[in-house]
């Protein structure tokens, strides 16, 4: 037992707001290994409870930002995004290059996909020969001679990997501001001076409920130029996936396409939203000069050169997107009635996916890049009876009875045609 | 990771009122070891803030009791009490043999002192040759027999144990549920089917104000009522020691007064109070016959008989009381100022004795038991200037100095008497 951290326990539970000294003490303690886990826990549940102000958020993340290696990025049109993480969520491999390709710089580091929303690491792999395996130099360098890259974060914000840890056993996940803190930190280690957030609201997202979205997007935002960062977030829709596909290569090809101008256009309208904010935030562009940019890049076919030469310089071969992995077989689900398909649920097409392999519910599990599903119809979309909804892709079929229960329980038809924008709203 | 409790731990950080499948597997889990400790803490602040309903804190006492060794005393007139603690608190020597003279029946268990508050079988064992290692068969045989018999707790609600110490560790002490749940697994593992809590209010006590005191003794009688017991709770004060002496020897000599009619009035007070309600709780008389047999039985000189009778049976000899421990040497704190005592803090009183010995601050420290404090005046009491306030006992004089400073700090003088009585409320 950690006397002194007894008493912080007793002054969060209180109500008391905590200063920048004890939360830097906490976070080298916890490091340290000199606070025992059953007290770490029983604050992090305090914490759930009474809150924490803007100034501690920042400062507890900073604390953790510090407690493993940071990136040294220097002057620069440098900005950062982050995803909440969702069902189809390929805006990194858009709107990064995007944004680079109008005069941002991006050093970005990513994770592995874990649960039911994939990680971009796993995404880019998915594209023969590219690598993520990047020294913090080499991520520089790359960045600054391509406009971006992409590697896996591994050894930042080691505070953080120990309270989620805690979090993640003991039902405080939800605590808003350490959801915050848990992401601004591996941010601010990731060095950048600007963020801009992608939030996302509904079924297959971490916040279900658009309140909640907003609130994380605000404490976000808040939290960061408490930080000294700046920072926009942009809320945008989950209750359906983003796009026609879900697993990993599927993706990658889904977010060329989008680049080349052929894409869905909800992947174009986040990645749009989201590139125009990154090219805010890093200063290169106002919020209307930002848009006409990404509009001529787009256009010019700057946009996906980019992508493209990001992926060669992290070792894709020239002809990538012709080698994308190709599942060996596949299954339609069909529509039973007519009407309009009134919900598509992102949760139960993640489910779906990752039976097929496209994810992993274990850090040890292998992924098959190939396997994954291709929405055919998405919400609001008309269907007739015997239309194809989806098409599932796989080269294993031990659990494709599995996949497509969940794959048939996913989509929902009914009388009148409903829809929602992709972008909810921007928050500066 | 246990995931059932993650679940049950969620389910209490939202409020869900939990069933009693549930509560006695968290405690069948709890004493196997089943469960991380970093687990129990966060449920524990889940408790903290959300509280638990009567019936939640009747089933979780019930299975704390369970969960080690229980009495089974039987049919008969069986009462225990039981104490929240406090300064020169000798109510058990003095109402327990008062109940049992007047037709109660006690087999009780009681614990070691740890921290400012003495424990009983601390006080008990002043008393030479007298021991409180009994057996269970041997603790309800002497009860039967004499009709008052004190052993000491070993074995009882190990539940507890492993609770209590986790509380320590995270501020979670004071969750009413969880103290009402601590105090009543042991009483109900003690087997008496009623129960008089003495529930103390004030500086010396664990709830220092009346509000939470009045809360706590409400708390614990419908949680032993919902467990199928009799309770009833006296609510008393505890700003200034209770009696005149503070100290094990210099407090069995003092219960032992008390029922020879040559007591301190505070002291008579609350244990003709206590007793009363052991009486009608056991079902041996109404509220006011049960004043008048009391009243009775001290006149009689049956009351200090069957402490006397007791003693014996558990080992001292006849001539115990001339055979109490005295220290070797003493030493004397004046006033002042004169005037009226208008303070006497319990807690610098209790620091002071216990800086001289009589009581531990750890669980290996040993006790001197003929150490301790003497009150000459209390609250109320008109004072001149070098009048004696105190004095203290002692024959280890290595911490006199702080014991001086303590016991100086204790005492304040005022210009008008006040003072307030030492029962302050029964709650049946």
Redesign the interface.
Known sequence: ?NSWF??L??RK?DGDVIGEEDWRRFVGALVAGEL???????????I??RGMTTEETATLTQAMASSGEQLSLGAGPYVDKHSTGGVGDKVTLVAVPWAAACGARVAKLSGRGLGFTGGTVDKLEAIPGFSCSLTATRLKELADAVGCAIAEARAIAPADKIIYA?R?????VEALPLVVSSILSKKIAGGAPAFVFDVKAGRGAFARDEKRARDLARALVAAAKAAGRRATAVLTAMDQPLGRAVGNGLEVAEAAATLRGEGPGDVLEVSAAVAAEMLVSAGVAGPEGARTRLARALEAGDAFAKLDEMARAQGAPREWRQRLPRAAASANVFAEDGGYVSLLDAFAVARAANALGAGRATKEDEIDPAAGVVLHKKTGDAVSPGDVLMTLHYDDDRRLAEALRYARAAAEVGDRPTSRPAVLEVLR
Do not use: C, E, N, W
């Open positions: 037992m007894k008493t326990i007793l539970r025992p886990d059953y007290q770490v826990s029983a604050f992090l549940m305090a759930y409870f805690l993640d056993a003991t039902a405080t």
